[in-house]
């Protein structure tokens, strides 16, 4: 049964609506009554006493007999009962939320989709609290509960909820600076906030700068939305983990990608392009050209830099013809009529 009875009874009967109203819609159920198949009818009792008699009339199978003691025993439980010392559930913030023996799997609840915000907020504060030892996984649950500060559409957001949410990811960078995939991120969240929400290019640009200082080959991690279906009896065999792979990319060439965004001038982006360039794959630094010639305009350097890449075979289609658009575009502008076509 694991740390804690989890096993219900299907089908629409007295036990199965019993599971229901005590412990909501994520149960896991088992047909431990319908010892004929899948198809084949079944004795049913319902909760206000009535009996539907299928073919095998009142006889009830023995070993239906013992799922449905089973069963029965498993349901008298309160909701809140405990084996050892592992309670089922935990109420955080009004809110009663399911243990899970690993922090993994507790930060995967935590990360899948939630009706409320409120809720899912409850849920990332519960990691830490179930499972204190894993710091990098209440790290991770820390950043997204920052985010959530943001509202709904942090393009809608105003000056409280970004405040907020600039608050908590320092809180963060102050808790976590010896786990560099949390405090890179939280920096660059800051730059993000103070650039793009903020309007404060300067300062972002110093945190972005601080980032690169201190986590220059810090990568990023891949970490997908998990879907929460479910409870299901785990393998044995097989480790409950959450795999973060790490792309080629780092956070620092990230921040580099956002100071061409903003600087204030056309040398420190140039410098940050070069950084991208010398460390970053081919495509990402075509990419970062694209946004400085959109941000600064062509000149001859750029314009040299855009034909190499063109020139070259196998390159990414969408990009290939952003930058031919924006180079056509010059060569129009700067050579009239006969220009690029």
Same mark, same amino acid.
């Given at each position: 049964?694991?740390?804690?009875?989890?096993?219900?009874?299907?089908?629409?009967?007295?036990?199965?609506?019993?599971?229901?109203?005590?412990?909501?819609?994520?149960?896991?159920?088992?047909?431990?009554?319908?010892?004929?198949?899948?198809?084949?009818?079944?004795?049913?009792?319902?909760?206000?006493?009535?009996?539907?008699?299928?073919?095998?009339?009142?006889?009830?199978?023995?070993?239906?007999?013992?799922?449905?003691?089973?069963?029965?025993?498993?349901?008298?439980?309160?909701?809140?009962?405990?084996?050892?010392?592992?309670?089922?559930?935990?109420?955080?913030?009004?809110?009663?939320?399911?243990?899970?023996?690993?922090?993994?799997?507790?930060?995967?609840?935590?990360?899948?989709?939630?009706?409320?915000?409120?809720?899912?907020?409850?849920?990332?504060?519960?990691?830490?609290?179930?499972?204190?030892?894993?710091?990098?996984?209440?790290?991770?649950?820390?950043?997204?509960?920052?985010?959530?500060?943001?509202?709904?559409?942090?393009?809608?957001? *105003?000056?409280?909820?970004?405040?907020? $949410?600039?608050?908590?990811? =320092?809180? #963060?960078?102050?808790?976590? /600076? @010896?786990? &560099?995939?949390?405090?890179?991120?939280?920096?660059?969240?800051?730059?993000?906030?103070?650039?793009?929400?903020?309007?404060?290019?300067?300062?972002?640009?110093?945190?972005?700068?601080?980032?690169?200082?201190?986590?220059? *080959?810090?990568?990023?991690?891949?970490? $997908?939305?998990?879907?929460? =279906?479910? #409870?299901?009896?785990?393998? /044995? @065999?097989? &480790?409950?983990?959450?795999?973060?792979?790490?792309?080629?990319?780092?956070?620092?060439?990230?921040?580099?990608?956002?100071?061409?965004?903003?600087?204030?001038?056309?040398?420190?982006?140039?410098?940050?392009?070069?950084?991208?360039?010398?460390?970053?794959?081919?495509?990402?630094?075509?990419?970062?050209?694209?946004?400085?010639?959109?941000?600064?305009?062509?000149?001859?350097?750029?314009?040299?830099?855009?034909?190499?890449?063109?020139?070259?075979?196998?390159?990414?289609?969408?990009?290939?013809?952003?930058?031919?658009?924006?180079?056509?575009?010059?060569?129009?502008?700067?050579?009239?009529?006969?220009?690029?076509?």
């Amino acid at each position: 049964m694991g740390k804690w009875p989890s096993y219900f009874v299907t089908a629409p009967n007295y036990c199965t609506r019993r599971a229901h109203r005590l412990y909501g819609e994520k149960v896991i159920v088992l047909d431990i009554f319908n010892m004929n198949g899948a198809d084949s009818p079944r004795s049913v009792y319902t909760d206000e006493g009535d009996h539907t008699d299928g073919p095998c009339g009142w006889f009830v199978h023995p070993l239906r007999l013992l799922g449905m003691v089973v069963a029965l025993f498993l349901l008298s439980l309160p909701a809140t009962a405990a084996t050892g010392d592992f309670p089922r559930t935990l109420l955080v913030d009004g809110r009663q939320l399911p243990i899970f023996a690993t922090a993994e799997e507790q930060l995967s609840y935590a990360r899948s989709t939630f009706d409320e915000a409120e809720e899912k907020a409850a849920a990332l504060k519960a990691i830490e609290a179930i499972h204190p030892s894993a710091r990098e996984q209440a790290g991770m649950a820390a950043l997204e509960l920052a985010f959530l500060a943001l509202g709904d559409d942090y393009r809608l957001v *105003d000056k409280n909820q970004y405040l907020l $949410a600039s608050s908590s990811y =320092l809180g #963060i960078l102050e808790k976590y /600076p @010896d786990l &560099p995939a949390i405090a890179a991120k939280a920096l660059w969240y800051l730059g993000w906030i103070s650039c793009d929400l903020a309007a404060d290019t300067q300062q972002g640009i110093r945190w972005y700068q601080r980032l690169i200082a201190l986590f220059p *080959d810090e990568k990023l991690s891949i970490v $997908a939305p998990v879907p929460w =279906l479910t #409870i299901r009896p785990a393998d /044995p @065999d097989v &480790p409950q983990h959450v795999d973060y792979p790490k792309t080629i990319l780092t956070w620092a060439d990230i921040a580099h990608l956002e100071i061409i965004r903003h600087a204030a001038s056309r040398d420190r982006a140039w410098q940050s392009f070069e950084a991208i360039e010398a460390r970053a794959g081919e495509v990402f630094a075509a990419a970062a050209l694209k946004v400085l010639v959109e941000r600064y305009g062509f000149d001859d350097k750029s314009e040299r830099l855009v034909r190499e890449f063109l020139a070259k075979p196998g390159v990414d289609t969408n990009l290939k013809n952003d930058l031919l658009l924006a180079l056509s575009v010059y060569r129009r502008q700067t050579d009239g009529p006969g220009g690029v076509q």
